[in-house]
Every structure is written in structure tokens, then in C-alpha cells.
């Protein structure tokens, strides 16, 4: 994999916790009176007339939940529920912990009750959606097994402890696995699987979708895109692969919720060693590229996340987004009102930039060049500048003549420039250092003004040279040596300049492809 394709290195995990709270808190507010009906359909006691919780009577609570009466079990786990699923406080997850109730909240799941299973597990859920360590109190009361073995049980029953599981494989690489190894596959693609048809055949038939399919769809889902995220390790592809066919099922739906975290997991699964190979083998790059343009940034910003993986792959992998029409998708989000979305779509042109000379020409003709251009001079967010930094970068170091000359047209010499004078990494210094050496050696072909290379000219005028020269006292030697060898066409040292520039120390310049490309259109391109 060159270098110059990146693959992003920060994690979503901050992200994929806000969401999943976010998620959490939407189903109790959504979930209030309808949930009540539900429960009430259950059977048991009737508890509608229970006064509202109060925190100071929570070991009142534990009280009724140690007893032996229905009456008394079904009032102490609804009250701890409503105690966590109270909007208006913030959820008193420690000190219901501090009461030693978990343990026995996932034995009452294990009786043949399924209002007091839900009612349990819907409070261990929240009680999962807290803290790590919070979440693995939850785990090492034994929980995992006992809500595996109820997705057999009833929907309404299955899809509580489906968003328990979910919680709690979000929470770690070591949880996420953990479950899987407690056995959630199987019963995770059967509802899905069940809840997507239904989908499906309700949308057919004209009728609106019934909301425990969707919801149980949503569930199943999310859970399993938390199931195919983490870095250290990653998932284990090999477990995921089951999967691949009902996710691209989901990527095709409309409910909105269910298409952000199906594109999520296919980001995260896209990410794996060999993973942009599985998502292209099950078909899900075209589905994926016209979810560029859906209207809400909840679905854009992962489906641009898997994209970028993908270009991050090899070129035949690039190309293929390419093909599917990813380029005028990716124009019109450099124009985006979120600062997020503009560098994620920078990020992806990047990487394809730093393809072969043919994809670069294409990202040309695309007519996208004067929009990234615009965005790495004028952009106010250093993050999208640098992101554009890079993807014009890339397209300079194919060394052809005629995308350097139009790049220069577009002052690219000045615009890069710039970004060296902004707090960005080492490699980001060295790419843009590199760029601007391909270009003076391109106007090496030039014929000289006053005896200097037309570009370097360029380079003095929009004060570059003091800039790099300021760069020869950078603490990374790399950074030194970049700096160096561009400055070398500056004093008209050209001798051996175009040697020894490789990002990574154990590739060779050729591994790059950084040569001067003799398939260069002799006729320009035409834009």
C-alpha cells in the first residue's frame, strides 16, 4: 500500500459512544407510553397506577426486587427502570450499581416472566450504556449468556436484550468479542434477517412498515456495526463474513437509522485486512456511492468513511469507485456546509489522487482541482486544508507535465506554500515538500526566465523559499532533507535532487510511482 494512500488512523470510538447514547436515550424517549402498552401486553401485574421513582426510595426498590411475590419483583424492577429512564436527571447508574442489584436483576431474567425480563433487561442496558467499567459490572454478573439465550424469546423481549448486547459489544474490542464468542451471531442475522423481510414485503404491499420490524431492524443493526468496529485488535473478519449479504440488504433500505449504522459497519468492516475485497465482492460499491448524495449527514459521513477506505486500496479497487461514479459525489461534497464532510471528502480524493496517472487525469476532468484549490487556500478549518493539501500534493508527484502545469496555473506553488506554514505533522511537511520538488523539476523542462527555472521564480515570489528555508531547522530529519533538495532548484544545484525521497525509508522511489510519466496526454487536457 503506498503511503501516499492512507488509511484514517483516528478512531470513531468517541463518536460511536456519543451516538450510541444518543441511540439510547432516543428509544426511552421514544419509547415512554408505547413501551408501557407493550409491557402491559405481556401479561403480569398491572403497575400503571406505580407513583413516579424517586432516587431516596432506590433501596425500597432493591427491597421488592429480592422479594418473592410477581407483585413485588415486577414493582422493583419497573421503578429501577424508570429510575434509569428518566429524562429530566441525569441516570443514577453508580448508585444503583452500589446497591449489589445487577446480579440479581440477571437471575429474575432467567424466570419464565417475560414483562419482568424485559423490564430487567432494560435496565441493565442502561446500566451497560455507562462507563467501561460500568459495562463490565454488567458483563461479570453473567449477563452476556442469559441475553443471547433470550433472542429466542419473544420480539419484544429479543430486541431489549439485542440493544443490551449491542451496549456492551460497543463498549471494548475485548466485549465486542466477547460476545461474539457467547454466541450472538446466529440469533442476530435470524432477526434481521426476519425484521428486514417484513420490511420489505410491508413497503411492497404499500402499507407502512410495522414498527417493531423496523425497530427490531434498527437494533439488529446497530449491534452489528458495533460488532465490526475496534482497532486494537480489529474484528475478526472471518466472523463477519456471514454477515455481508444482510448488510448489503440493509445499505438498501430507506429508514434512515438502519442505513447510517449499516454504512457504518461496512466503514468499519471496509477498515479490516482484506475487508474492501468483501465489500466489493458482495456488490456494495455502487449502493455505497449513491448514498453520497442522500440528504442527511447521518448516512453521508460513514458511507464517505467506507469510501475512502476503499480508494485507500489498491488501483484496481480505486478505480472501481471511479466507475461507479464517486467523482462528481465527492465534488459537490468539498462544498458542504460541515467542516467534517469537507475534509472526509479531501481525505478520499487523496487517496485518489495518489493513484495512477489515468485517475489522476480523471479527478482533472471532473473539473474538481479548482474546488480543492479553493478549499486548501480559503478553508477556515486547518484540518480541511491540510486534507486538501494532500490530495492536490498527490497529484503533482505523478510528475506529469501537463497536470503540473495546470496546477501551476492555479498558483499551486503558493497555495502549498502556505500550508507550510501552519502546524501540520512531519509527513503531511514532507508530501507538500515533495510536490513542490516534482514541480521545480517540471519547470527544469521549461525554458529559463534570466536564467532561472520559470517555477522557481514562482517559489521566491510568493515567499516559499524563506519558508523552506525555515523548514531546514525541522527536528525531523526527513522534513531537513525534503527541504534541502527543494531548494537545490532554487540555487540551481539540480545534480542528484530527484534521489532518495521515499516517505517510508524501505520503499523505493519507483514503489511510488513518482517517475516522470511518459503517457502524459501530448495534447493537454481538455477542461
Known sequence: MDELRRKKAEHTVKLRKEKRNEKLLEKRALGGSLNLDMLDNLGGPKLSNLPAPDIEDLPKYVQYVNGSTQEDLQIGATQIRRLLSSSKTQPPLEAVIATGVVSRLVDLMKLDDDKLRVECAWTLTNLASGTSKQTSIVVEAGSVPVFVSLLNDK??????????????????PQLRDFTFNNGILDPLMRLLESSYNAY??????GHEPAKDAITMMRTCTWTLSNLS????PPADLKMLLPTLPLLAKMITVEDKDTLADACWACSFISDLTNGVSVVLQYGMSKRLVNLLTYPSPDVVSPTLRAIGNI??????????????????????????TKAHIRKEACWALSNITAGTPQQVTHVLEAGIMPDLMKLLVNDMEPRVRKEAS???????????????????ELDVIKALCNVLTLSVDAKTLCVILLALKKILHAGTRLPLVQGQNQFAIKLEECG??????????????????RASRVLKYVQNDEEDVMVGDNIAPEQTENSYKFGVDSSAPTSGFQF
Request: net charge negative; proline share 2%.
Open 229 to 232: 468496529r475496534g482497532k486494537t
Open 200 to 205: 420489505v414485503m410491508a413497503i411492497k404491499m
Open 155 to 172: 420480539p419484544s423481549v429479543a430486541e431489549q436484550c439485542m440493544w443490551a448486547l449491542g451496549n456492551i459489544a460497543g463498549d471494548s
Open 311 to 336: 480508494v485507500a486500496g489498491d488501483d484496481s479497487q480505486t478505480q472501481q469507485i471511479i466507475s461507479d461514479g464517486a467523482l462528481p459525489c465527492l465534488h459537490s461534497l468539498l462544498m458542504d
Open 390 to 408: 494532500w490530495a492536490v500534493a498527490n497529484a503533482a508527484h505523478t510528475g506529469q507535465d501537463a497536470v503540473i502545469m495546470y496546477l501551476v
Open 464 to 481: 516559499g523559499v524563506e519558508t523552506i528555508e525555515n523548514l531546514r531547522h525541522h527536528q525531523n530529519i526527513k522534513v531537513y532533507e
